[in-house]
């Protein structure tokens, strides 16, 4: 109800709407009315009441609300069916639910919040409340499952194309970080529901520091934020409808035309490569050179030896940082 009230308010932006006219067209009490309307105040609506005209909505805070994100939102499908939490555990397990009961592609699961925020190999992700964007997509791409990282690696091209119009010098370190200067800003954890011939859906998962001042110690050091680099608060809605867009550019692009354009573009906003590295997997550490990607997304390691190794998984540390 909350959200049909507000929506009300979107579709006459600046006009008064009584509590009566409110309560008649959605068919519920003025109490009704009333209660809704200090939930959205309390969540930083700013309504102006002038008496006998009623209430006008003056300004909207920075809130993830579907509504809000879709008005303005230029995609085909990636964000046209979205899921908002105030708080959840963690969007890409909402997501991979969502999907295995069979949620359409382009669905895109927000919080404001995760209270067990994913990371890659088990590790934990800071979600803390309106700071950042916590989101989830579901693809159901038709490819097999060892293309699946392919995915992963345009999600960071996308991504780190958008940052960098902010004026922000992001970089993708293999296969999903985004870092300025070293610290990490975003990271992208990717997983799937597949057999071994055929993918049924793809839950891409986004991290995204966008207005965090401050991280927890355990982290300070290696993280950093947008509004940190930018030196200014940055607006997440515009640009998470920016990078949608851009996102669902790239992801089309791939599938009408395969890898090769990815990897082009991953290599040009790369800071991996022509870096000495240490690259952490479950069958041990290796050491070497990263000296180019591979036609299919594997980063090419070049050890001491001189042999040039392919990398399909692991932990990339640089050995600057
Ligand atoms: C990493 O760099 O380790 C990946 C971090 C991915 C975090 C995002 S936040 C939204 C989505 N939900 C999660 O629980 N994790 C991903």
Redesign the pocket.
Known sequence: MKEKILSLFLQSPDSFLSGEEISEKLGVTRAAVWKHLNTLRAEGFVFESAPRLGYRLIAVPDILYPLLVQKELATRCFGRNIVHFAETA????TAKELAADGAKEGTLVLAET?T??????G?E?S?PAGVGL???LILRPPILPPATPQITLLTAVALAEEVKKLGIPAGIKWP??LLVSGK?LA???TEMGAETDRVNYVVV???INVNTAEFPPEIADIATSLRLEAGKHIERRRLLQNFLVNWERWYDRWLAEGFAPVREAWLRESVTVGQEVKVTSITGVTAGTAVGLDSDGALLLQTPDGAVRRILSGDVTLKES
Do not use: A
């Open positions: 963690s969007t890409n397990i995760q067990k925020g994913k990371g890659r190999l590790r992700w979600s916590w989101l989830s999903n970080d990490k990271g992208i954890l998962g986004v991290g």
